[in-house]
């Protein structure tokens, strides 16, 4: 059995130092892309405060996300490349920070309590497999640091998958 660690959130570069410890060790040992993506959620929603939705869109043809293993409430299921934050951090190939989503042009709003939200692309020998998703109700949750740090966790996922042509 996996036991989380509760981590200090005082000192968010080390939280995230940290928590990437963990995910390597949720992660180690297991290939498979959906069972990763499902416990990379599972950890990430527990230990981050202020979240209301984490998880996964993958891209199985090219121009529109699926979803795929997340927490939270129910979720839209496909969404266009270009449409809504999580299509426009595929179609520009970055992460997006959005402090505020009401002032994001067709910010696509699955759960009315999202304030902000970060996606960081899942990226694997240059290509682009989808989206990581984290939601808050909480206007400005995330700053340059979780930004960092959530694309961290999230190279650790994607190196932890074996991925199919
Ligand atoms: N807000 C996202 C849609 C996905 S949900 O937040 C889970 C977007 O605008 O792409």
């Given at each position: 059995m996996f036991a989380e660690k509760t981590i200090d959130q005082s000192d968010k570069p080390r939280f995230y130092r940290e928590l990437a410890d963990q995910l390597s060790g949720l992660l180690a040992g297991e290939t498979d892309p959906v069972a990763n993506a499902a416990n990379t959620s599972a950890l990430i929603f527990q230990m981050m405060p202020d979240l209301n939705w984490a998880g996964f869109y993958f891209l199985?043809?090219?121009d529109e996300l699926v979803v795929g293993p997340f927490q939270g409430k129910p979720a839209c299921v496909r969404i266009a490349v270009g449409n809504g934050v999580c299509g426009t951090a595929v179609a520009q190939g970055s992460s997006i920070l959005v402090?505020?989503?009401?002032?994001?042009?067709?910010h696509i709003a699955c759960?009315?309590?999202?304030r902000s939200e970060l996606v960081v692309p899942l990226i694997h020998e240059d290509t682009i497999l989808g989206v990581f998703d984290l939601d808050s109700p909480l206007q400005a949750r995330f700053d340059s640091i979780d930004q960092t740090g959530v694309e961290r966790l999230v190279a650790i996922y994607v190196a932890a998958c074996v991925w199919e042509d």
């Open positions: 199985y043809s090219e402090e505020d989503v009401h002032a994001f042009p067709g759960d009315a309590a999202s």
